[in-house]
């Protein structure tokens, strides 16, 4: 078999996969109680699929260590806090400002925009701040990268917290801060039923498996374009890629970027789904779990992200906490979920260092880990 | 000819851009570092309050800012021979107030204990955490970089972060994770002599007494000694180093060893300066003392004692005229600029990494 015929059998048998893989969780929900924990984790891992392939086109296709992964988070979040919910009352002299609404919203005052339309704001904005985060480190690599988006991330943190002390005019703040921008509007869409936080669940789970299909489609067809090969060949070697004609300036913006829309579309989907847009939520920590998501599934890897995210979504929500009689038996007296982030630090480590390619590894990331192991050159190698 | 005469236009039109672009990274940096407390300065002779009050932050500055230098020198040995952005060493500062809180209980120090006593205990305190972050620092190389040493430059990174976590939840194990109190040992706010109006108070001595020594003898210990000799070389090309009979591994050690005893003294400082803990405080001072580094020039000693010292300043004007909520977002925008204007830093040369 020729290797073109070989390539298109290995996407035919990704598109198979995710086919069955999808249809499948989709008719999960009927087997469960719709308002049950475990839907609500479930909702929450399929966001956090979301975010983890988002992040894993900047940090696992580009090779760009993006530590500020929470700005698009927060974004998102406020996206839908700005444009749906009653926070700028004022708006339109208190008659508030409605766009292809209908129900309960459209009778309120301040911003209601249809949940579509607010994705696409989301998506367009986490954009555009992705690309303005990505512009300072263009001349940078490495490490200089992951400090600089770090501290992006910091920056919005801190803006996103004190927000309330930032007033445009009496009425119109810029968050909430910790009080939290509460209540935003449940989504309404025609061919989906009712979303209703408190009593079911199921049309959020739905709508998180058709944004997982979209983001992985999208995933995917990059990965195999023109663009997705000129990210891995700057992951390799970017003196290389640059010399070989690859603009590195367009092709590092545009992963920025692209990261950022997906990350902003979750961000505006778990707004949604919390109801309300809390700073609190706007942690240096939240980078760090999604980053742990891709590292445990291999830096790179389409389908690892996915059982990543899902894997450490689920050790989150219920592995962390059943392991809290493990201390009483011990006669120690501390609570494990306080030491969540602890977990994933020591879960970070131990990849990194036992199986750095990750749990299901993408196979040309592997060579890349294996070249030049073992040589005497391996030192200077690493640091030219 | 005319191909030549075509090519050799544009050239004239690039330098005067050129020239421009040498400016801002000549001067850039230094108009926005100087801009915060020049405004300041203005706004306070606006209002007649004359120079003092600028003056007793800049004084408050310099001494926070000798304990972000000590945290920056770890960074900074730490980059200069492996090239590695240390994450961890913020969090293994925290670790060090710990154990210096600690060391006050086991060693019975209180507001009561007199002079004599207390000089004595916190001599022990210092030197015990200054072990104490300097062993932690050379266990973290040995578990989570060394074995990275050959992996691709990404990788001893996330396991620095991952490390950071560990550290934090150590802490968070160790004493709870909301902020505490520690007894105020030295009376830090007592104002222990006024220079033309200008307040110094117990703690900005301590601050400078403790860090001028330090750094001093550190200064000594990489240029006079055969294992600084060797860190030198290292650095500069480890291969090389190998083959002249250097053992690599132990000298990466060393330096890791070296920045920890730093952070250790930092954090006894830190204790008896804020007398105010949590497991967090090690992250905020670790990204401070890292963008003091990376000011300086990251890689060079002279470099991060200086960064920390304009970080300093500029953050206790933040503090007191911005509204200290606004700080980290000020000092994260200074990290910005820098990586904008001059990823090299005020002082330092041009690396591989921030060209």
Same mark, same amino acid.
């Given at each position: 078999m020729s290797r073109l015929a070989r390539l298109r059998d290995l996407r035919r048998g990704n598109l198979v996969v995710a086919v069955v893989a999808l249809g499948l969780t989709a008719l999960l929900p009927f087997g469960l109680d719709p308002t049950g924990n475990f839907m609500n984790n479930a909702v929450l891992a399929l966001a956090y699929v979301v975010m983890a392939l988002g992040l894993n086109i900047v940090v696992g296709f580009a090779g760009l260590l993006d530590l500020g992964y929470v700005a698009f988070y927060a974004f998102g979040s406020y996206a839908v806090g700005w444009l749906a919910s009653d926070f700028y009352a004022r708006v339109n002299g208190g008659k508030g400002f409605h766009l292809l609404?209908?129900?309960?919203?459209?009778?309120?005052?301040?911003?209601?925009?249809?949940?579509?339309?607010?994705?696409?704001?989301?998506?367009?904005?986490?954009?555009?701040v992705g690309t303005l985060i990505g512009l300072p480190t263009l001349r940078l690599r490495g490490d200089y990268i992951a400090i600089v988006t770090l501290a992006f991330g910091e920056i919005i943190r801190v803006f996103a917290f004190f927000g309330d002390d930032i007033k445009f005019s009496n009425d119109y703040l810029l968050t909430n801060g910790r009080q939290a921008i509460s209540p935003v509007d449940d989504i309404t869409l025609g061919f989906l039923p009712q979303?209703?936080?408190?009593?079911?669940?199921?049309?959020?789970?739905?709508?998180?498996?058709?944004?997982?299909a979209f983001v992985l489609f999208v995933n995917f067809r990059l990965r195999d374009?023109?663009?997705?090969?000129?990210?891995?060949?700057?992951?390799?070697?970017?003196?290389?890629?640059?010399?070989?004609?690859?603009?590195?300036?367009?092709?590092?913006?545009?992963?920025?970027?692209?990261?950022?829309?997906?990350?902003?579309?979750?961000?505006?989907?778990?707004?949604?789904?919390?109801?309300?847009i809390n700073a609190n939520n706007f942690q240096f920590g939240f980078s760090i779990f999604i980053l742990a998501m891709i590292i445990l599934g291999g830096l790179g890897s389409i389908w690892g992200c996915v059982v990543g995210a899902v894997a450490l979504s689920f050790i989150n929500t219920y592995l962390i906490p059943a392991l809290n009689d493990i201390p009483d038996k011990l006669g120690l007296n501390f609570d494990f979920t306080t030491l969540s982030f602890g977990i994933f630090g020591f879960l970070i480590v131990l990849m990194m260092v036992l199986r750095p390619e990750g749990l299901m590894p993408e196979r040309r990331r592997r060579l890349e880990l294996t070249e030049g192991v073992g040589s005497d050159e391996a030192l200077v190698e690493a640091r030219a | 000819m005319e191909a030549a005469s075509v090519a050799a236009a544009p050239p004239v039109a690039r330098r005067r851009g050129d020239t421009l672009r040498r400016l801002i990274s000549t001067y850039g940096l230094i108009i926005a570092l100087v801009a915060l407390p020049v405004l300041y300065t203005i706004i306070d002779l606006v209002h007649g309050r004359g120079l003092v009050p600028i003056a007793d932050l800049l004084v408050q500055g310099i001494s926070n800012g000798a304990i972000w230098a000590l945290i920056a020198l770890g960074y900074t040995l730490v980059y200069g021979i492996i090239e590695l952005i240390n994450f961890a060493h913020g969090d293994n500062f925290m670790i060090g107030t710990f154990v210096a809180f600690t060391l006050y209980g086991t060693l019975g120090l209180t507001l009561a204990t007199g002079p004599l006593g207390l000089i004595g205990g916190l001599l022990v305190c210092l030197i015990v955490s200054m072990i104490a972050c300097g062993a932690t620092n050379v266990m973290i190389e040995r578990v989570a970089y060394r074995p990275l040493r050959n992996a691709p430059k990404l990788a001893p990174l996330i396991t620095a972060v991952g490390f950071s976590f560990i550290l934090q939840n150590v802490g968070i194990l160790w004493f709870g994770s909301s902020q505490f109190s520690v007894p105020d040992l030295i009376h830090s706010q007592h104002v222990l002599f006024t220079v033309a109006g200008v307040r110094v108070h117990n703690s900005d001595v301590l601050?400078?007494?403790?860090?001028?020594?330090?750094?001093?003898?550190?200064?000594?210990?990489?240029?006079?000694?055969?294992?600084?000799?060797?860190?030198?070389?290292?650095? &500069?090309?480890?291969?090389?180093?190998? $083959?002249?009979?250097?053992?690599?591994?132990?000298?990466?050690?060393?330096?890791? $060893?070296?920045?920890?005893?730093?952070?250790?003294?930092?954090?006894?400082?830190?204790?008896?300066? &804020?007398?105010?803990?949590?497991?967090?405080?090690?992250?905020?001072?670790?990204?401070?003392?890292?963008?003091?580094?990376?000011?300086?020039?990251?890689?060079? $000693?002279?470099?991060?004692?200086?960064?920390?010292?304009?970080?300093?300043? $500029? &953050?206790?004007?933040?503090?007191?005229?911005?509204?200290?909520?606004?700080?980290?977002?000020?000092?994260?925008?200074?990290?910005?600029?820098?990586?904008?204007?001059?990823?090299?830093?005020?002082?330092?040369?041009?690396?591989?990494?921030?060209?």
């Open positions: 609404v209908n129900g309960f919203p459209a009778t309120l005052a301040g911003i209601h925009l249809n949940f579509l339309l607010i994705i696409v704001v989301a998506v367009v904005l986490c954009a555009v979303f209703d936080s408190a009593t079911n669940l199921r049309p959020y789970f739905w709508f998180g498996v058709v944004m997982v374009s023109r663009l997705g090969r000129a990210w891995i060949a700057i992951r390799e070697d970017e003196v290389a890629a640059s010399s070989m004609g690859v603009p590195l300036v367009k092709t590092k913006l545009l992963a920025y970027a692209t990261g950022g829309a997906l990350g902003g579309m979750s961000g505006a989907f778990i707004g949604s789904y919390y109801t309300s | 601050a400078v007494a403790v860090t001028i020594p330090l750094v001093f003898l550190l200064t000594l210990f990489i240029t006079r000694t055969r294992i600084g000799k060797a860190m030198r070389a290292t650095a &500069q090309d480890p291969e090389a180093a190998r $083959l002249m009979g250097i053992n690599v591994d132990t000298t990466i050690s060393f330096t890791f $060893l070296m920045g920890g005893l730093m952070a250790g003294a930092a954090s006894l400082v830190y204790a008896l300066y &804020q007398t105010t803990l949590w497991y967090f405080s090690g992250f905020q001072a670790g990204l401070i003392a890292f963008t003091a580094a990376v000011m300086g020039g990251i890689g060079n $000693l002279k470099g991060a004692v200086l960064g920390g010292l304009i970080i300093g300043c $500029l &953050q206790q004007i933040s503090d007191n005229r911005i509204g200290a909520q606004w700080t980290p977002a000020v000092v994260f925008a200074y990290l910005v600029l820098i990586m904008v204007f001059r990823p090299q830093g005020l002082v330092g040369e041009e690396t591989r990494e921030a060209g």
